[in-house]
Nanobody
Framework: VQLQAFGGGLVQAGGSLRLSCVASGRTFSRSAMGWFRQAPGKERECVAVITRGGGNTYYGDSVKGRFTISRDNAKNAVYLQMDSLKPEDTAVYYC????????????????????WGQGTQVTVSS
């Protein structure tokens, strides 16, 4: 699976952005998908994860209630709707894919993900 993320940009605090990640290849529907982010000087962290069927999701504590992850397997795409953005959300956002069985649990460790997109910059001004 090759991944391409886009949709980042500059937004004022309180605003919204929608990130998209499009996958090539035939295994997207068999992959759990995650969004991770890395701010300057900080370690990469897991923001949100969605299982391959879309039935289960995970959100990091810092984004819970503000971000929504979704996927459209027919379009080989995963999305991250980001609302009520804060300056501390500023980071490079990466999408990642993990080939799994249908009943696999949520996985938030970066090392579990096989494929990564190139990242898209999100900057939130105060």
């Amino acid at each position: 699976v090759q991944l391409q993320a886009f949709g980042g940009g500059l937004v004022q605090a309180g605003g919204s952005l929608r990130l998209s990640c499009v996958a090539s290849g035939r295994t997207f529907s068999r992959s759990a998908m995650g969004w991770f982010r890395q701010a300057p000087g900080k370690e990469r962290e897991c923001v949100a994860v969605i299982t391959r069927g879309g039935g289960n999701t995970y959100y990091g504590d810092s984004v819970k209630g503000r971000f929504t992850i979704s996927r459209d397997n027919a379009k080989n795409a995963v999305y991250l709707q980001m609302d009520s953005l804060k300056p501390e959300d500023t980071a490079v956002y990466y999408c990642a894919a993990r080939s799994t069985i249908l009943t696999a649990p949520i996985e938030i460790r970066q090392t579990a993900y096989d494929n990564w997109g190139q990242g898209t910059q999100v900057t939130v001004s105060s």
